[in-house]
């Protein structure tokens, strides 16, 4: 316990220079969420307070309860645009309502161990989640330069300007944090026509307040809230879960996803009952933290506190923030985001692997859906495992001087994916009247390999031949006396397997 706790304390505190670059971390990551928190909440069709309140909680909550340090969690794009039907045809408040359940559901499954399901992500879909990602963040800078005067291009030129020279001067202040103040500066001097902060949507004026959202508790309630509760639960795990990874990766450290999963549904519920939308991680504002210096929970913690007290207390000053110098933040993420290794990758890597990867990119990027990219990657993950190992899979016939004994030579993999090849090798089978079927270079998977077995068993004693099975080894031992109707091994009677 006192281990535990020891170890919970360095996560906060590791030292003061630690501290320190948390603190600036986490004040660049605040002024990021704005203009973000506000777009998210118009795509979700509330006012934007619910963003804003949303990625104050989720982010003051998660650095308690979650299981990365350093990751950012806020209001998302990925929730967002889930919930505009719901906010819709039956308002906010069935949201809130929403978000909560959201919340519960994402704490059961970090009770059933649902984040082991991250296992079966393969390298090659999280490249291609990263990859679209970062196109994903660069676009969703688009309408910041389009129909704007030379003065946008000119700030955000500079803006990138400071955020990769500075940092060879001295790296104890963020580059992104003196980029934003520098332009904020020459911008409210010069009055330049360029788009603010406050340009984006009203900012909130005093604190969330705590209420329940004025919902029945009824079966009717439940029956709408529950389909977007789970989609919204089922999304924000899966960003949350992949960007913890990624952080895993670029901090070269280990992270708790079970506890990350409970961690995000405390968070939402949280959120929920300040008046806020739900959300989940964020891989812009987690590459901004990390590059910034930010890898302890303070850094998380900062991110929301100093968030919610640039709204109550210097809104107005936070309104006249020049977008340029946001958007050279987020364009300095979109690169450093994206694997630019992935590109001669590309040429190095498997066929497969490469394109895995690139119809996760083209998925994310045409339906701007991430979990429908992950889900495309997963599955063309799967069938071409499948195909792989299906081709590892040999039969090979010898037959007696005198014909009258075949013996068959069974080696690689026999599943689902394999089971044609393997009846198929038995079909021609017309001149022996002893089959010997020799399995132990061969591994029984499923109850398709044994039905696969038992089909050729039962077709030949059909046809008269007398048929041996030898050399199972014991996990297809195992499955063959469980479910084989034909070839028992003895193992449940005793007996030593043939």
């Known amino acids: 316990m006192s281990k535990s706790l020891s170890a919970y304390r360095r996560q906060w505190f590791a030292d003061g220079a630690a501290a320190r670059r948390d603190i600036l971390a986490g004040v660049v990551v605040a002024l990021a969420l704005i203009p973000e928190a506000i777009g998210f909440s118009i795509i979700a069709g509330v006012d934007p307070r619910v963003g804003l309140y949303a990625s104050v909680a989720i982010a003051i909550v998660i650095a308690f309860t979650g299981g990365r340090t350093g990751m950012i969690s806020a209001a998302t794009a990925a929730v967002a645009v889930l919930v505009g039907p719901l906010v819709r045809d039956h308002g906010v408040n069935y949201l809130f309502a929403a978000t909560i359940l959201m919340g519960l559901i994402q704490i059961v499954a970090g009770l059933l161990r649902l984040d082991l399901l991250m296992q079966f992500v393969s390298r090659s879909v999280i490249t291609g989640f990263v990859n679209a990602l970062a196109i994903l963040i660069f676009m969703a800078q688009l309408p910041q330069l389009t129909n704007v005067g030379w003065q946008t291009y000119a700030m955000i030129a500079a803006g990138l300007a400071i955020i990769y020279l500075f940092p060879r001067l001295t790296k104890a202040v963020p580059s992104p944090l003196v980029a934003i103040l520098i332009l904020s500066a020459i911008s409210i001097t010069m009055g330049l026509p360029v788009n603010t902060v406050g340009d984006m949507g009203q900012l909130p004026d005093g604190l969330p307040s705590f209420a329940f959202p004025a919902v029945p508790l009824t079966w009717d309630t439940l029956r709408i809230i529950l389909p977007y509760s789970l989609t919204m639960a089922a999304v924000g795990l899966l960003e949350s879960l992949l960007t913890a990874q990624i952080v895993d990766d670029m901090t070269d450290t280990d992270s708790d996803k079970r506890r990350e999963c409970a961690g995000q549904g405390s968070a939402n519920i949280v959120a929920a009952l300040f008046g806020g939308m739900g959300g989940c991680a964020m891989i812009g504002q987690s590459v901004i933290n990390v590059t910034s210096g930010g890898r302890g929970r303070l850094s998380t913690f900062v991110a929301g506190a100093f968030l919610l007290f640039l709204l109550t207390v210097l809104g107005p000053w936070v309104g006249r923030v020049p977008m340029p110098a946001l958007v050279a933040v987020m364009i300095m993420v979109s690169i450093g985001t994206f694997s630019w290794n992935s590109i001669p990758n590309l040429r190095r890597h498997p066929a497969t692997s490469s394109v895995v990867m690139l119809t996760t990119v083209v998925v994310v990027v045409a339906t701007r859906d991430l979990s429908l990219g992950v889900l495309a990657g997963v599955l063309l993950s799967g069938i071409f495992f499948a195909a792989k190992v299906q081709r590892m899979f ?13 013996t068959y030579h069974v080696t690689g993999q026999i599943f689902f994916a394999s089971v044609d090849r393997f009846t198929r090798a038995f079909q021609d089978e017309a001149s022996a009247t002893t089959v010997l079927i020799d399995v132990s270079g061969a591994h029984f998977w499923d109850i398709s390999g044994v039905g696969a077995l038992d089909k050729v068993v ?18 297809s031992a195992d499955i063959i006396d469980k479910f084989a109707l034909h070839d028992k091994t003895g193992v449940e009677t005793g007996l030593a397997p043939h």
């Open 394 to 406: 040999a039969v090979d016939r010898i037959l007696s001087p005198d014909g009258g004994r075949a």
């Open 458 to 475: 039962a077709r030949l004693r059909r046809e008269g031949r007398s048929v041996e099975v030898i050399g199972y080894n014991r996990a």
